[in-house]
């Protein structure tokens, strides 16, 4: 599998322990590629980490292409998200999957993050999953596709709406207290449904019909 935007590595160290794939990472930032090839190696995962730009072809030409190709929360940061999963479809082989997670601003996460963290709300494409399919369906290769799933997942969760990065900041004694009673929070909400509203993330697959 690869992973574009891989930093800090701990989805590729998953995909190898958890399926046994031989993993490959893509970060744009140097720094980032090496942060994160330390991090595998100190944890005996054998990975290879390209240091590259997703809309150049020059990091992959001689590679062949990927059973996975996998990104969590990158296509969200372009204005229009279809020509970044574009890339991600061409380095898909036959038979192969896309898979795609963002997270889902258009509901709770992103009106908290919007009140919490105004600049990085600013920094994000506020997709649902509706813009999503959409921007799946408007990518040149979609046609050799099959769009297995595209919704809402997980349940409510405070992790990625800036909270308790803003607690951390303010102090350790603020952080344990905020993430606990945000413990109480989620464990209380664990049986609501998956919806726009609540879910923290989103999630696509695509299969190459081969």
């Known amino acids: 599998m690869i992973e574009l935007g891989c930093f800090p590595g701990r989805l590729m160290e ?28 100190a944890k005996c995962v054998p990975a290879t980490v390209i240091h590259g730009d997703l809309f150049e072809d020059e990091w992959a030409a001689d590679h062949p292409l990927w059973d996975v190709v996998f990104s969590a929360g990158l296509i969200e940061h372009f204005d229009d998200s279809s020509p970044a999963i574009e890339r991600h479809l061409r380095l898909v082989a036959p038979k192969g999957h896309c898979v795609i997670t963002i997270p889902n601003h258009s509901g709770l996460n992103g009106r908290l993050m919007k009140i919490i963290d105004r600049r990085m709300w600013d920094l994000h494409n506020l997709m649902d999953a509706d813009r999503l399919r959409d921007a799946f369906e408007r990518s040149p290769s979609s046609d050799r596709f099959e769009l297995l799933v595209c919704r809402y997942v997980e349940h409510v969760g405070l992790w990625n709406c800036g909270l308790y990065g803003r607690l951390q900041s303010i102090g350790r004694p603020a952080f344990l207290l905020g993430r606990s009673m945000g413990f109480v929070v989620e464990a209380a909400a664990r049986w609501t449904p998956n919806t726009r509203l609540l879910s923290p993330n989103i999630v696509m697959v695509a299969r190459e019909r081969g």
């Open 14 to 41: 998953f995909f190898h322990r958890m399926y046994g794939h031989d993993v490959t990472g893509l970060e744009y930032i140097e720094e980032s590629c090496h942060k994160c090839e330390a991090m595998l190696a």
